[in-house]
């Protein structure tokens, strides 16, 4: 099975800052590697699939990049409405998903 | 609007039996594949089995194979988990997600969730 390491588990960063978390697969993923947001109390949000497609309606300042086993997810101005936790998760076939542990992004 | 309501959930001793439902309205359901979540208070999430559009293909997080098993009726839009020989790791809140359109492994909307309580 894939396995998703995900880093840093938390962090904490003032209004304005670039916060970036990092996923790494134990094996080549391609680029089948989604992101989520998850505030306090509720349901996961889908903010970017395929390592770099931004849902729609999702702001312009969260991104994505990375293929292979190395992905990278960027917040490029921390908002105070940006508190949550992040997960990245992979897919290796349409029906087997993995999720990373997640990150804890705190307002400094 | 898509709406996605989970039910069924409950307190329930180790061993025994639980059947999840999840409503969907506000979209062509036969369309999608669809998903169960978990997340055990104040943990992570965990990924607990996906089927496609026509029941076709169906995965199983290792963790619950062999006990729990995903279904759908395409007629009633609705998604279902038969849960048995349950055991106090199975204690979380659970929840039915969408398949994207374009990546079906991609969640773009989810349920509030069902809490299930797994203890003596």
């Known amino acids: 099975d894939i396995q998703m390491t995900q880093s840093p588990s938390s962090l904490s960063a003032s209004v304005g800052d670039r916060v970036t978390i990092t996923c790494q697969a134990s094996?080549?993923?391609?680029?089948?590697l989604n992101w989520y947001q998850q505030k306090p109390g509720k349901a996961p949000k889908l903010l970017i699939y395929?390592?770099?497609n931004l849902e729609t309606g999702v702001p312009s300042r969260f991104s994505g990049s990375g293929s292979g086993t190395d992905f990278t997810f960027t917040i490029s101005s921390l908002q105070p409405e940006d508190i949550a936790t992040y997960y990245c998760?992979?897919?290796?076939?349409?029906?087997?998903?993995?999720f990373g542990g997640g990150t804890k992004v705190e307002i400094k | 609007e898509v709406q996605l309501v989970e039910s069924g959930g409950g307190l329930v001793q180790p061993g025994r039996s639980l059947r999840l439902s999840c409503a969907a309205s506000?979209?062509?359901?036969?369309?999608?594949?669809m998903h169960w979540v978990r997340q055990a208070p104040g943990k992570g999430l965990e990924w607990v089995s996906g089927?496609?559009?026509?029941?076709?293909?169906?995965g199983y997080a290792d963790s619950v194979k062999g006990r729990f098993t995903i279904s759908r009726d395409n007629a009633k839009n609705s998604l279902y988990l038969q849960m048995n020989s349950l055991r106090a790791e199975d204690t979380a809140l659970y929840y039915c997600?969408?398949?994207?359109?374009?990546?079906?492994?991609?969640?773009?909307?989810w349920g509030q969730g069902t809490l299930v309580t797994v203890s003596s």
């Open positions: 089927i496609s559009w026509n029941s076709g293909s169906i």
């Open positions: 998760q992979q897919y290796d076939n349409l029906l087997l998903l993995t």
């Open positions: 506000g979209f062509t359901f036969d369309d999608y594949a």
């Open positions: 997600a969408k398949g994207g359109i374009l990546v079906p492994a991609a969640l773009d909307y």
């Open positions: 395929d390592a770099s």
């Open positions: 094996q080549d993923i391609s680029n089948y």
